[in-house]
């Protein structure tokens, strides 16, 4: 169990005595229990940029080893969680903890548990690729691990074959690979990644996909994209934000389901009608698409086997059928425009 240190201050110093207020409230509700295999907890966040509200009231909380696909459309306030997350940002109020410690109270500490990849990917770009490795390396203390992190690093992210390079001279793609280097050097327990896959061509997004997923076993990983299909392929769960408040947190598989359904979609080789279909052992719902029918049951129910019982019992032959998956870009677009 991650244990979380209150940090003591000085009475007369009037912000962090509101600080501790706000923390010992918060001590007082935290279920230790319940959030013992958490890698990242966050607690009621709000960011304030003057009367601008970025982020409204968010909590969520996210396991050891989990892939997390953060999603939402432009201006929805996923990069400023991000940054709240890696210590780049204060919260306006609420609470965030990395592996137990406070991202406010304890964030030397925050620091050296998570890797960092910010949208921007800022690097020295006179620097050679060893050359920066290395100092960045220096600034985590790896020491004696130095040389052996800095090689590994480098064979791990497909860099060899460009080392004799400076960055300012590399691809986006390999700009990227130095990007997730660095992030990956100290070898943290949280890597939060903003668009790390952004401007490059589909080779070098294979390359990168794999190398997240690779990773993605053995760390917990927060992915901010907005290519719906790197999700399906990376994540296991999808936390949307709209507009600064927490619109869905769900399993890959709910969202690719209607409103928590299960579809097939079914052909007949003659017609039937609506008030028939509904007759279907547990159908929902009955809707009319091209030249068949849409039918929707409860989430984790399979109708097809009673759909076949049922075709024979009415004299009426199947041509086509079929599981319907929703993607996620259709549920991303439902859950982001339900509030206007």
Not at 87 to 95: I, V
Not at 104 to 127: A, C, F, H, T
Not at 236 to 265: C, P, T
Request: glycine share 6%.
């Amino acid at each position: 169990m991650y244990l979380i240190a209150k940090k003591r201050c000085c009475p007369s110093d009037k912000c962090q005595s509101k600080r501790m207020l706000e923390e010992s409230s918060y001590f007082c509700s935290f279920n230790y229990q319940t959030y013992a295999n958490m890698s990242v907890v966050v607690n009621q966040i709000s960011k304030l940029y003057g009367q601008q509200k970025a982020l409204n009231n968010v909590s969520l909380s996210i396991k050891a080893g989990e892939i997390v696909g953060l999603l939402g459309p432009n201006g929805a306030g996923k990069s400023t969680l991000m940054k709240i997350l890696s210590c780049y940002l204060p919260p306006t109020s609420g609470t965030a903890h990395i592996m137990g410690y406070d991202v406010q109270l304890q964030s030397v500490e925050v620091r050296k548990l998570i890797g960092y990849l910010p949208e921007s990917n800022p690097l020295y770009q006179d620097m050679y690729i060893r050359e920066y490795l290395d100092f960045v390396a220096d600034l985590h203390l790896l020491g004696n691990k130095k040389s052996s992190r800095v090689d590994e690093m480098i064979q791990l992210t497909g860099l060899e074959a460009e080392l004799g390079k400076k960055i300012r001279m590399l691809s986006k793609g390999y700009k990227q690979r130095v990007g997730l280097a660095q992030a990956l050097l100290h070898d943290p327990q949280v890597l939060i990644l903003d668009e790390p896959t952004s401007g490059l061509d589909p080779n070098q997004l294979v390359d990168i996909r794999s190398l997240i997923k690779n990773v993605g076993e053995n760390k917990t990983v927060i992915l901010s994209t907005h290519i719906m299909q790197e999700v399906e392929a990376l994540c296991s769960r999808v936390i949307i934000i709209n507009k600064g408040e927490l619109a869905a947190d769900n399993s890959i598989q709910h969202l690719q389901s209607a409103e928590g359904q299960e579809q097939v979609y079914v052909e007949f080789d003659q017609p039937v009608t609506l008030a028939l279909l509904k007759t279907v052992p547990d159908v929902l719902q009955v809707i009319k698409d091209r030249d068949g029918w849409i039918l929707c049951s409860k989430e984790g129910k399979d109708i097809r086997q009673q759909l076949n019982k049922w075709a024979a019992t009415h004299e009426v032959t199947i041509l086509s059928l079929s599981k319907k998956k929703v993607g996620i870009e259709e549920s991303f677009h439902r859950l982001t425009q339900m509030k206007s």
